[in-house]
């Protein structure tokens, strides 16, 4: 497997904060990924890499940005936080077809 | 835009049991994949349909892509207390396509 490292593992913040979720891999693999994941709603994408120069918005990308610093390096931002992106966070990178997923950040907004 | 359903949400299975879980897409798909989360995990790739009516199995699991390419299913026979977790299908639009994934089917073992 691909691996992928989030950090922070858990992150609580306040309304209106800045935050940023960082995701890393060390397997080369071009294509990276955003999720949030909600209770009955599966994993929805947020935004897409398919190299360092692409990105591209997913189906809920209000509210977050991007930036793909290096093949290496996803990193994921709320501008200004506010409760209802209260979620698990997932990065994944994708090699040939299949999709690896790292351990999650878990974010509460209050 | 693309759209992805599973059913049940909800899976309460006996141990021993056999169960089947449905994915339905609304276009064709070029093909579909399966994951499983496993309690406070992440989700595990477990394999990719690609072939009209193709089924494939892994021990007690088997996993069947529709004749339309629209929908698939993930049938556990003797269910474990192992097969615990949340079952993700995934399908893809296009070869390399981002993946559209379904709300997935959470799957509870009474021993």
């Known amino acids: 497997d691909a691996d992928v490292t989030q950090t922070p593992r858990n992150r609580i913040t306040k309304t209106g904060k800045r935050i940023m979720l960082e995701c890393s891999q060390t397997?080369?693999?071009?294509?990276m990924y955003w999720y949030r994941q909600d209770p009955g709603l599966g994993l929805r994408l947020i935004y897409y890499s398919f190299d360092v120069k692409d990105i591209n918005k997913g189906e809920i990308s209000d509210g977050y940005s991007v930036s793909r610093q290096a093949q290496a390096k996803f990193s994921l931002s709320l501008e200004s936080a506010i409760p209802n992106q209260t979620a698990l966070y997932f990065c994944?990178?994708?090699?040939?077809?299949?999709?690896?997923f790292g351990p999650g950040t878990r974010l509460l907004v209050l | 835009g693309q759209q992805v359903m599973q059913i049940p949400q909800y899976q309460h299975v006996q141990e021993g049991e056999d169960f089947t879980t449905y994915c339905n897409s609304s276009?064709?798909?070029?093909?579909i994949q399966w994951y499983k989360q496993r309690p406070g995990g992440h989700p595990v790739f477990l394999i990719q349909?690609?072939?009209?009516?193709e089924v494939k199995k892994q021990k007690r699991l088997t996993f069947q892509f529709g004749e339309a390419k629209k929908n698939s299913s993930l049938h556990i026979t003797a269910t474990q207390t192992t097969d615990v977790g949340t079952y993700f299908c995934a399908g893809a639009r296009g070869t390399g396509n981002k993946l559209t994934f379904g709300g997935g089917t959470r799957v509870l073992v009474k021993p």
């Open positions: 994944a990178t994708q090699l040939g077809e299949t999709q690896y």
């Open positions: 276009t064709t798909l070029s093909n």
């Open positions: 349909l690609v072939k009209s009516g």
């Open positions: 397997k080369g693999h071009d294509r």
